[in-house]
């Protein structure tokens, strides 16, 4: 019987930008009852492109509506006594609140972990920012380069010859609402067990650091440093160019050299300098113009078929954005889902991070108008009635 892992779980997101909705979206997918609590003016990842039509619009920003599916909206002004207020009343029937705030700004509301744990002491607390609660960079702001810069990750990334590289994207913000998932299910389990909640705190630096599995603890082992890649020499590791895009290919796997070099159809390969390991790592700037010269008139996806399906080698193409939208393999295991939004209108969106058949991710609803669900949620949590919400509203409270 399918059911929905988290259904009786109930969710306040306090949370902007991506991090910290990252986290309480994946707690929905999973049936959580997620309300996005935004400021008046809005999350302020309304106003962060891409726009869907290139149009600035709060509700067209491409990763709101990704990092908010699944969620009911309201508005709430935590800077209004009445707006602190209500939200106490709402955390006395919450299980999780995720939270991206300054350390000390909640605080100064009367708002902090200690003070809502008082409403309800089985509360969880998912608190996200750059560098955690404590230590001497705890109050410092960052922004994602900053964080790579601080997390280590950028001294291996690039080539030797040129300056640590970042890389694309947003990783940090990604990487960090998925930790501060698994710490807010820790928690939850913790919870069950211990009967009482607690404060998460997720540093956004440590999370990166964190993925330094090897490099770090090499230093802390043998003071040895990895360095950023060489630019040229041994293809291993190395993008190189074909018809339409860009390969990457290694040896290992159920290739052996010989297969390799039918592979690529160059006589030039039989090489007795080729034929092992040193050889090739010593001629490695040879063996990449050899590589190149054998693949310039083939396309990305002949190349990976045969090398994968005939040849069993290591071999991956680069894949752009519209590869991905029709890749094949995405599309069996159901990655992407179609989203309906009201203003956008039906957009596909990555969706299932992973595979529970007896509990999956579901796609509900959405993400939220600004203060879409204001009559809906604040009636049926806190029992206010349309006058009481009119008031609320007028006076900018809601």
Same mark, same amino acid.
């Given at each position: 019987m399918l059911h929905a892992t988290l259904d009786d779980v109930k969710v306040l997101d306090l949370s902007q930008g991506?991090?910290?909705?990252?986290?309480?979206?994946?707690?929905?997918?999973?049936?959580?009852?997620?309300?996005?609590?935004?400021?008046?003016?809005?999350?302020a990842a309304r106003a962060m492109a891409p726009h869907w039509g290139n149009q600035?619009?709060? $509700?067209?920003?491409?990763?709101?509506? &990704? +990092?908010? @599916?699944?969620?009911?909206?309201?508005? *709430?002004?935590?800077?209004?006594?009445?707006?602190?207020?209500?939200?106490?009343?709402?955390?006395?029937?919450?299980?999780?609140?995720? $939270?991206?705030?300054?350390?000390?700004? &909640? +605080?100064? @509301?009367?708002?902090?972990?200690?003070? *809502?744990?008082?409403?309800n002491p089985r509360l969880i607390m998912v608190s996200i920012t750059p560098f955690g609660q404590t230590g001497p960079y705890s109050e410092y702001d960052s922004e994602e380069i900053v964080t790579y810069a601080l997390s280590g990750i950028m001294s291996i990334s690039g080539t030797a010859e040129r300056e640590p590289l970042k890389h694309g994207g947003m990783q940090s913000q990604y990487e960090?609402?998925?930790?501060?998932?698994?710490?807010?299910?820790?928690?939850l389990h913790v919870r069950d067990l211990m009967g009482e909640g607690q404060q998460v705190d997720i540093s956004l630096q440590e999370v990166v650091t964190s993925t330094l599995v090897i490099h770090q603890p090499m230093y802390g082992w043998v003071g040895a440093v990895q360095g950023r890649r060489a630019p040229s020499g041994s293809s291993y590791?190395?993008?190189?160019?074909?018809?339409?895009?860009?390969?990457?290919?290694?040896t290992g796997g159920g290739a052996e050299w010989g297969d390799i070099i039918e592979f690529f159809d160059s006589e030039a390969l039989k090489e007795e300098r080729f034929s092992t390991v040193a050889g090739r790592a010593l001629h490695g700037e040879d063996l990449d113009r050899l590589v190149l010269e054998a693949t310039r008139e083939r396309t990305m996806q002949e190349l990976f078929r045969t090398a994968s399906e005939k040849f069993h080698m290591l071999f991956g193409v680069v894949q752009e954005p519209q590869d991905l939208a029709r890749c094949p393999h995405l599309a069996a295991r159901e990655f992407f889902q179609e989203v309906d939004h009201p203003v956008?209108?039906?957009?596909?969106?990555?969706?299932?991070?992973w595979s529970m058949p007896d509990a999956p991710a579901v796609y509900r609803r959405p993400a939220p108008l600004l203060g879409q669900h204001n009559a809906e949620v604040f009636g049926e949590w806190l029992g206010l009635d349309g006058d009481r919400m009119a008031a609320l509203t007028a006076e900018g409270v809601i």
């Amino acid at each position: 019987m399918l059911h929905a892992t988290l259904d009786d779980v109930k969710v306040l997101d306090l949370s902007q930008g991506l991090a910290g909705p990252i986290c309480a979206k994946i707690l929905a997918d999973y049936g959580a009852d997620v309300v996005k609590v935004e400021p008046i003016a809005g999350d302020a990842a309304r106003a962060m492109a891409p726009h869907w039509g290139n149009q600035s619009h709060p $509700e067209k920003s491409l990763i709101y509506l &990704l +990092a908010n @599916l699944n969620k009911r909206g309201v508005k *709430l002004d935590l800077q209004h006594a009445q707006g602190r207020e209500l939200l106490r009343q709402m955390v006395r029937k919450t299980d999780i609140v995720v $939270e991206s705030f300054k350390p000390g700004y &909640l +605080a100064a @509301l009367g708002l902090d972990y200690a003070a *809502l744990a008082r409403e309800n002491p089985r509360l969880i607390m998912v608190s996200i920012t750059p560098f955690g609660q404590t230590g001497p960079y705890s109050e410092y702001d960052s922004e994602e380069i900053v964080t790579y810069a601080l997390s280590g990750i950028m001294s291996i990334s690039g080539t030797a010859e040129r300056e640590p590289l970042k890389h694309g994207g947003m990783q940090s913000q990604y990487e960090g609402g998925l930790s501060a998932t698994v710490g807010a299910l820790t928690a939850l389990h913790v919870r069950d067990l211990m009967g009482e909640g607690q404060q998460v705190d997720i540093s956004l630096q440590e999370v990166v650091t964190s993925t330094l599995v090897i490099h770090q603890p090499m230093y802390g082992w043998v003071g040895a440093v990895q360095g950023r890649r060489a630019p040229s020499g041994s293809s291993y590791g190395q993008v190189q160019r074909c018809k339409d895009g860009y390969f990457i290919w290694q040896t290992g796997g159920g290739a052996e050299w010989g297969d390799i070099i039918e592979f690529f159809d160059s006589e030039a390969l039989k090489e007795e300098r080729f034929s092992t390991v040193a050889g090739r790592a010593l001629h490695g700037e040879d063996l990449d113009r050899l590589v190149l010269e054998a693949t310039r008139e083939r396309t990305m996806q002949e190349l990976f078929r045969t090398a994968s399906e005939k040849f069993h080698m290591l071999f991956g193409v680069v894949q752009e954005p519209q590869d991905l939208a029709r890749c094949p393999h995405l599309a069996a295991r159901e990655f992407f889902q179609e989203v309906d939004h009201p203003v956008i209108g039906r957009i596909k969106v990555p969706f299932r991070l992973w595979s529970m058949p007896d509990a999956p991710a579901v796609y509900r609803r959405p993400a939220p108008l600004l203060g879409q669900h204001n009559a809906e949620v604040f009636g049926e949590w806190l029992g206010l009635d349309g006058d009481r919400m009119a008031a609320l509203t007028a006076e900018g409270v809601i």
